[in-house]
Nanobody
Framework: QVHLVESGGGLVQAGGSLRLACAAS????????MGWFRQAPGKEREFVAA????????YYADSVKGRFTFSRDNAKNTMYLQMNSLRPEDTAVYSC?????????WGQGTQVTVSS
């Protein structure tokens, strides 16, 4: 199993920045894919950014491209989501997700609130 713990959410004004972190533990050698998703109140969960473990190039949802940056620290088994130029519509619960040995694992989620 893979256990995920997120941190870094909070309240920020529009135009501000936050960095989310997701630390993985357990069978991290099985991880094939890592990603971030978000869910705003009353909306479905949506994709934000992801990276294949074997490929260092992340890919992004159009809504965050150019503002968010996905990175990872392999030595720490941690992935990050640097969020800049935040907008009120970015307000959501952000969750990290990994695919390991065909199983999806999710973090507990962290709230990001952007005030206008």
């Amino acid at each position: 199993q893979v256990h995920l713990v997120e941190s870094g959410g909070g309240l920020v004004q529009a135009g501000g920045s936050l960095r989310l972190a997701c630390a993985a533990s357990g069978r991290t050698s099985s991880i094939q894919y890592m990603g971030w998703f978000r869910q705003a109140p009353g909306k479905e969960r949506e994709f934000v950014a992801a990276i294949k473990w074997s490929n260092s190039s992340p890919y992004y949802a159009d809504s965050v491209k150019g503002r968010f940056t996905f990175s990872r620290d392999n030595a720490k088994n941690t992935m990050y989501l640097q969020m800049n130029s935040l907008r009120p519509e970015d307000t959501a619960v952000y969750s990290c997700n990994v695919l390991g040995s065909g199983t999806n694992y999710w973090g507990q989620g962290t709230q990001v609130t952007v005030s206008s």
